[in-house]
Structure formats: structure tokens, C-alpha cells
């Protein structure tokens, strides 16, 4: 976990960054995808929605939900990333919900930066690190014209 400092452009960047952004898709596909059969399934999907506690808290505040509440949510989130309803989650299909969710998180955010708690492997986490090595290399090229 680490605290770090993030914006909607940073998360937008990140998501247009075509290479960067599918290889870290690709990463986390693989690590869920606990019998490496090549899909998400429904109990593949819940065990990293209940590691980013999507339903327990709320703006960091710690809600108590019915088992039933949760697990309505976590079947509807299931089914939006699912989108030929087959009951399994593919690669592309993670990659364009990932890409919208992300999308929207980053327009909800806007260009008003807050700190947020990351986990060391999370997609906001890489989105941050992104913009450290974009500015790093923008760093590099100012330095290589002034010279
Ligand atoms: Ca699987
Ligand atoms: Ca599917």
C-alpha cells in the first residue's frame, strides 16, 4: 500500500497509453485468472472484488452490507464486463471495462488532484508510476535539446 497523489489526467494518460496500459491489463488478467484457463470466471471475478472491497467501503468509510446486497452487486458488475453473456470473462472483455471504468473514475475525478491509498499492484498504482516515467523521459528530452 502506498499513498500517492492522483488526478483524471494521470488515469487518462495511463489508459491511453495503448502499450502500457494493455500490458498492465495483461498482467492483472493473468494473475486472476487463478486456474489459467484463459477466462475470468464469476468466482475468479469476486475474489478481486472483494480484494479492492468495492462494497464495504464507501469514500473509505467502512459500510455494513447484507451478503445478499453484495452479492447482487458483485453478479451485476460480473455481467457488465461480460458482454456476450457467455458466463465468462475474456481478455478483451476485462480490457474495454477496465479501460471504461477507468475512463470514468478519471472524468469523475477531473483535474482536481486527491490522495488515494494504493495497493502495490493496483492499475491506479501503475497509472501513477506511468506519469512518473512520461515526466522523467519529457525530463530527459529537455535536457537533450538544451544541450
Ligand atoms: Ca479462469
Ligand atoms: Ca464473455
Redesign the pocket.
Same mark, same amino acid.
Given at each position: 500500500m502506498s499513498v500517492e497523489i492522483i488526478d483524471g489526467t494521470t488515469i487518462a494518460n495511463f489508459v491511453e497509453d495503448e502499450e502500457a496500459f494493455s500490458a498492465s491489463v495483461n498482467d492483472l488478467f493473468a494473475q486472476l %485468472?487463478? %486456474?489459467? %484457463?484463459?477466462?475470468?470466471?464469476y468466482k475468479?471475478m469476486v475474489k478481486e472484488l472483494q480484494r479492492l472491497r468495492v462494497m464495504e467501503t464507501h469514500f473509505g468509510v467502512d459500510v455494513k452490507r447484507e451478503p445478499e446486497e453484495v452479492a447482487r452487486v458483485y453478479e451485476s458488475l460480473f455481467v457488465q464486463f461480460d458482454h456476450d453473456m457467455n458466463g465468462r470473462i475474456d481478455k478483451n472483455e476485462f480490457k474495454k471495462e477496465t479501460k471504461k471504468m477507468l475512463l470514468a473514475m478519471a472524468n469523475g475525478l477531473g483535474s482536481l488532484p486527491i490522495q488515494m491509498a494504493l495497493e502495490h499492484d493496483s492499475l491506479l498504482l501503475k497509472a501513477v508510476k506511468h506519469e512518473y516515467s512520461y515526466g522523467a523521459s519529457a525530463n530527459d528530452n529537455l535536457l537533450a535539446n538544451a544541450a
Open positions: %485468472d487463478a %486456474d489459467k %484457463d484463459g477466462f475470468l470466471s475468479e
